[in-house]
């Protein structure tokens, strides 16, 4: 059961009642009513980019303490603040959000959730969304106290980002270049424009942006992103770009496009690891490449360590198309007479020493 809004059919054997004027949310905008949902508050529009927050205050005005247990906060856009005090004032020692036992409010005492809203990280600007956090409490009659605000990050452009609001790469070849595209197109009232200047640009990255033929009254931009060649692991930055009014022509605030990925081997096997329990005495192991490369081909594969005569492998046939590279189908079976314990490794070679050998550790398990 949620506790009531001071003033509006309070239940008096609540620990935690919310302070009045708390929560301001103008029924008008919001169609919130504010005895059905007391623990709303409604930011309104925000330009995307901005962080907001507001703080929900409770008082307990009972002789009795009430022990926070826990805070969830609904979306990786919510951050919570949770903060405790005692009768005089002096700030209680809470521990995080995430845990449980976080701290005691004692009689008299008053609890403070802040709402710290993140809209580069709300999913879909220009839309209403709304954010949850659920504060479980020891308190019989209260024992879950469910906050909950409304923003809309207002943009003026719209990306068609495949996962994440970032240009991600996913994991690219290391050993070369990797390009990747992303569509950027006017939204909301239509009052900015791209300018088609790259404002900003990691010192190695080669970026382009251009505007697409306009359908409609929507106008759309690409752009593409070239990363070099680097060592494995993961890689990220930054590419600003500069916007306009569309009325005026003047310069508006410039637009930030994150982008990320992970560099790796050009080449790997999956599972990159083969074991060998009990009876099953046959497995199948695909070896790929990251890009697609015409006429890759193995060229032979060698076994090192106990079976180095005994294990035998097999490619079933020549490479195949999957995705965007080459790859193929190796089947390794034991011997009959193979020691309980065997281990080695597959090592592949590639023809002409296009890719580096793969490596397939192997191992037979009691």
Same mark, same amino acid.
């Given at each position: 059961?949620?506790?009531?809004?001071?003033?509006?059919?309070?239940?008096?054997?609540?620990?935690?009642?919310?302070?009045?004027?708390?929560?301001?949310?103008?029924?008008?905008?919001?169609?919130?009513?504010?005895?059905?949902?007391?623990?709303?508050?409604?930011?309104?529009?925000?330009?995307?980019?901005?962080?907001?927050?507001?703080?929900?205050?409770?008082?307990?005005?009972?002789?009795?303490?009430?022990?926070?247990?826990?805070?969830?906060?609904?979306?990786?856009?919510?951050?919570?603040?949770?903060?405790?005090?005692?009768?005089?004032?002096?700030?209680?020692?809470?521990?995080?959000?995430?845990?449980?036992?976080?701290?005691?409010?004692?009689?008299?005492?008053?609890?403070?959730?802040?709402?710290?809203?993140?809209?580069?990280?709300?999913?879909?600007?220009?839309?209403?969304?709304?954010?949850?956090?659920?504060?479980?409490?020891?308190?019989?009659?209260?024992?879950?106290?469910?906050?909950?605000?409304?923003?809309?990050?207002?943009?003026?452009?719209?990306?068609?980002?495949?996962?994440?609001?970032?240009?991600?790469?996913?994991?690219?070849?290391?050993?070369?270049?990797?390009?990747?595209?992303?569509?950027?197109?006017?939204?909301?009232?239509?009052?900015?424009?791209?300018?088609?200047?790259?404002?900003?640009?990691?010192?190695?990255?080669?970026?382009?942006?251009?505007?697409?033929?306009?359908?409609?009254?929507?106008?759309?931009?690409?752009?593409?992103?070239?990363?070099?060649? /680097?060592?494995?692991?993961?890689?990220? %930055?930054?590419?600003?770009?500069? =916007?306009?009014?569309?009325? !005026?022509? @003047? +310069?508006? #605030?410039?637009?930030?496009?994150?982008?990320?990925?992970?560099?790796?081997?050009?080449?790997?096997?999956?599972?990159?690891?083969?074991?060998?329990?009990?009876?099953?005495?046959?497995?199948?192991?695909?070896?790929?490449?990251?890009?697609?490369?015409?006429?890759?081909?193995?060229?032979?594969?060698?076994?090192?360590?106990?079976?180095?005569?005994?294990?035998?492998?097999?490619?079933?046939? /020549?490479?195949?198309?999957?995705?965007? %590279?080459?790859?193929?189908?190796? =089947?390794?079976?034991?011997? !009959?007479? @193979? +020691?309980? #314990?065997?281990?080695?490794?597959?090592?592949?070679?590639?023809?002409?020493?296009?890719?580096?050998?793969?490596?397939?550790?192997?191992?037979?398990?009691?």
């Amino acid at each position: 059961m949620l506790p009531a809004l001071v003033g509006c059919s309070s239940d008096p054997s609540s620990a935690l009642v919310l302070r009045p004027g708390s929560t301001p949310a103008p029924v008008a905008a919001t169609q919130a009513d504010p005895i059905e949902r007391p623990h709303y508050h409604y930011f309104g529009e925000v330009r995307l980019g901005e962080v907001v927050e507001h703080t929900f205050t409770f008082d307990n005005p009972t002789g009795r303490s009430v022990a926070i247990e826990r805070a969830i906060p609904s979306c990786g856009c919510l951050a919570l603040v949770v903060e405790a005090f005692d009768a005089a004032g002096e700030a209680i020692e809470v521990q995080d959000w995430r845990t449980t036992d976080m701290a005691v409010v004692p009689p008299d005492g008053r609890l403070e959730v802040t709402f710290r809203v993140d809209s580069t990280r709300v999913p879909v600007p220009n839309q209403s969304r709304l954010v949850q956090a659920d504060v479980k409490t020891d308190d019989p009659v209260q024992e879950l106290i469910q906050l909950e605000a409304t923003v809309v990050a207002v943009s003026p452009f719209v990306a068609a980002y495949p996962v994440t609001q970032r240009l991600d790469f996913g994991t690219v070849d290391a050993t070369g270049e990797s390009t990747e595209r992303l569509k950027i197109s006017q939204a909301g009232p239509r009052s900015e424009e791209l300018t088609g200047e790259v404002l900003e640009q990691p010192e190695d990255w080669k970026v382009l942006l251009w505007e697409e033929p306009v359908i409609g009254e929507t106008r759309t931009w690409t752009l593409q992103v070239t990363v070099p060649p /680097g060592e494995s692991g993961a890689f990220e %930055g930054r590419v600003l770009l500069g =916007t306009a009014l569309v009325e !005026s022509g @003047a +310069p508006s #605030e410039p637009r930030v496009e994150r982008v990320a990925g992970i560099r790796a081997d050009p080449v790997f096997a999956n599972p990159p690891r083969v074991f060998f329990r009990g009876d099953d005495d046959e497995k199948e192991v695909r070896v790929a490449s990251r890009t697609r490369v015409a006429g890759a081909a193995i060229e032979r594969v060698e076994v090192t360590g106990t079976l180095a005569t005994g294990l035998d492998v097999n490619v079933l046939d /020549g490479a195949r198309v999957s995705g965007p %590279g080459n790859n193929w189908t190796l =089947t390794m079976k034991l011997p !009959s007479e @193979a +020691p309980a #314990e065997a281990s080695g490794t597959v090592v592949v070679h590639f023809r002409s020493g296009l890719w580096p050998p793969v490596e397939i550790p192997y191992s037979k398990l009691p």
